[in-house]
């Protein structure tokens, strides 16, 4: 038996649905949210667990990326350690709800690309330094508590290889297989500081606002499993959408 793993980490909503029947542990897609300015967003492997030339991949506008054959299609289940850590769209907004086109993985201008996610479990792997609370409108609408920095998904499979596929419209950009026992970074970093980033999930509701965030001095326990980084500025091998001249994976431990 193989496990293949993904970690997504940066500015990633994780998208189930809306209704009242739905369980919302339930995620369908990662929604890559569109902010060009300052954050980049790629998926990488280690080295070895795909062709050289898939190692690491810039995302464009409208990507749409799917696992296929090794996995079983389906939705990813997440555990208690993802809602405890992982801030809730319609906690922090006021009880907002995710806009419709969002909810069912179809383009959207504040998303540039989708994940559809295939059946497995999603937790949470690292976390950030200190607790924090969320302030909606003058008002506490949590508690303190540690907030994911990355999270983890992994699915089981009797298959050697997993094909992945990156669509973009009608055009099929990248077509090829991993190892099943792959680790894939899906990254949307910046190198920028500070808590505004929260604001950019916003416009993905119908919400007029949503919470700032503020750190406590509670310290968090990081998380032990392995870290997702893309290390599109290291000397290196050039990434398939040739982002960069020099490009590698060489941040991974």
Not at 104 to 115: H, K, T
Not at 119 to 130: E, F, I, Q
Request: charged fraction near 20%; proline fraction near 7%; aromatic fraction near 8%.
């Amino acid at each position: 038996m193989n496990t293949f793993h993904m970690y997504f980490n940066g500015l990633i909503c994780h998208v189930g649905r809306d209704s009242q029947s739905a369980d919302p542990r339930d995620k369908r897609f990662a929604a890559i949210i569109n902010e060009p300015n300052h954050h980049y967003p790629l998926i990488c492997f280690r080295k070895g667990e795909v062709a050289p030339q898939y190692e690491m991949i810039r995302l464009w506008n409208r990507d749409f990326i799917e696992l296929l054959d090794g996995l079983t299609p389906g939705v990813a289940r997440a555990d208690r350690l993802f809602e405890d850590t992982v801030p809730s769209l319609k906690e922090i907004t006021g009880g907002a709800t995710i806009e419709p086109a969002i909810e069912e993985g179809r383009p959207d201008a504040d998303v540039l690309a989708y994940l559809k996610y295939p059946k497995g479990d999603l937790t949470v792997s690292a976390w950030y330094p200190c607790k924090v609370i969320y302030v909606l409108n003058g008002s506490s609408v949590t508690k303190s508590r540690c907030v994911a920095r990355i999270v983890h998904f992994a699915a089981t499979t009797n298959a050697e290889r997993v094909r992945i596929k990156i669509t973009n419209g009608e055009k099929v950009r990248f077509d090829f297989t991993a190892d099943a026992n792959a680790h894939m970074c899906v990254q949307n970093a910046t190198h920028m500081t500070g808590r505004g980033h929260l604001q950019y999930h916003r416009p993905l509701t119908n919400a007029p606002t949503i919470a700032t965030v503020f750190e406590s001095n509670q310290p968090c326990v990081p998380g032990g499993l392995p870290d997702c980084h893309c290390d599109h500025h290291a000397h290196g091998s050039q990434p398939a959408a040739g982002v960069d001249p020099e490009c590698s994976n060489s941040g991974w431990p």
